[in-house]
């Protein structure tokens, strides 16, 4: 079964970057678009980005068009999410989810296999 690991989450100031890292073990992610999500407390989790199984393909939350990045590296297995520009609201537990659709899905109930998270807190 596909395991997925969450790193690069911390606290950082309004208008900082963080680079959140999902790692594969057990298959290749290129077997699976992946997505990133958020949940800030007392809130529904919701989708950020995705990146589609051929990587032909890359979709981004309107909140975040801009300032967010996602991209893959076959080499090191991951797929990862750059955060600039961070605001206060971007503040939550960030999850990546692997769907074995090719496709890059909002939806969180397409994805099979999800992460434990990493806490993202920007605030100064």
């Known amino acids: 079964q596909l395991q997925l690991v969450e790193s690069g989450g911390g606290l950082v100031q309004p208008g900082g970057s963080l680079r959140l890292s999902c790692a594969a073990s057990?298959?290749?992610?290129?077997?699976?678009?992946i997505g990133w999500f958020r949940q800030a407390p007392g809130k529904e989790r919701d989708w950020v980005s995705c990146?589609?199984?051929?990587?032909?393909?890359?979709n981004y939350a309107d909140s975040v068009k801009g300032r967010f990045t996602i991209s893959r590296d076959n080499a090191k297995n991951t797929v990862d999410l750059q955060m600039n520009s961070l605001k206060p609201e971007d503040t939550g537990v960030y999850y990546c989810?692997?769907?074995?659709?090719?496709?890059?899905?909002?939806?969180?109930?397409?994805?099979?296999?999800w992460g434990q998270g990493t806490q993202v807190t920007v605030s100064s």
């Open positions: 057990r298959f290749t992610l290129d077997y699976y678009a």
């Open positions: 990146f589609s199984s051929r990587g032909d393909s890359t």
């Open positions: 989810a692997a769907d074995l659709a090719p496709g890059c899905s909002t939806s969180l109930r397409e994805y099979d296999y």
